[in-house]
């Protein structure tokens, strides 16, 4: 079945720390994996996608098919990085069906001071 | 571009009653999503709307419904409401096109508690 996994429900570092958000799937397509993020009080809104390679907010993610990870990185935490994250995975997820995004059960990242 | 908006921001039913709420998506998109959001559940997907036709369906009763409108508006209704049924609805837009799926424009959803 095609499935995010998020194994880390709730994620504590200190300012200026590394964090690494995991998040691990499985499709047997080729996915296009992306970070959403939710910070306190704000609506959900992408962070980013595999495809660009981009670093967001000094955020990175890398996808690795041979370990069906696409886990999120960080080398220096901010406080303002606290918030939800949430991987998802976009797909054909049945023969025949039409492109769906289906969102990991999220992390919540608190950076303390 | 105006992003998405829902209305209402809260909402407060009772058991039984039925509920509709209302999403517009970012001018120019024609794909319409809806979630239902938990503290236990995280998000989990409702349907998806797509020139007004559903093109997704999660694993949600037929209590939940929805529609959209030829101006790409849509709707959420669901009847016969239960106290689990107490959620943030979101309502995500996007251009509906191959490979765009995965990038959705989020509305602040409808705050619904069912007493």
């Excluded at chain 1, 049945?94 to 492109?99: D, L, V």
Aim: proline share 4%; net charge positive; hydrophobic share 30%.
């Amino acid at each position: 079945a095609q499935r995010v996994t998020q194994p880390e429900k709730l994620l504590s570092v200190f300012k200026g720390a590394p964090v690494e958000l995991k998040c691990n799937y499985s499709y047997s397509g080729s996915p296009e994996l992306f970070w959403y993020v939710q910070y306190s009080r704000q609506r959900l809104q992408l962070l980013l996608r595999h495809i660009s390679r981009e670093s967001i907010k000094g955020f990175t993610a890398d996808l690795n098919k041979g370990e069906t990870s696409f886990h999120l990185k960080k080398p220096f935490a901010q406080e303002e990085d606290s918030a939800m994250y949430y991987c998802a995975l976009s797909g054909f997820l049945t023969q025949g069906g039409s492109e769906k995004l289906v969102f990991g059960k999220g992390t919540k990242l608190t950076v303390n001071p | 571009k105006a992003g998405v908006t829902q209305t209402p921001r809260y909402l407060i039913k009772t058991r039984g009653q039925q509920v509709t709420l209302s999403c517009s998506p970012i001018s120019g998109h024609r794909s319409v999503s809806w979630y239902q959001q938990t503290p236990g559940q995280g998000l989990q997907f409702l349907f998806e709307y797509f020139s007004e036709t559903q093109r997704n369906k999660g694993n949600f009763p037929g209590r939940f419904s929805g529609r959209q409108f030829s101006n790409s508006r849509s709707e959420m209704n669901v009847s016969t409401l239960e106290l689990g049924d107490s959620a943030l609805y979101l309502c995500a837009s996007s251009s509906g096109v191959v490979r765009a799926v995965g990038e959705q424009y989020f509305g602040p959803g409808t705050r619904l508690t069912v007493t």
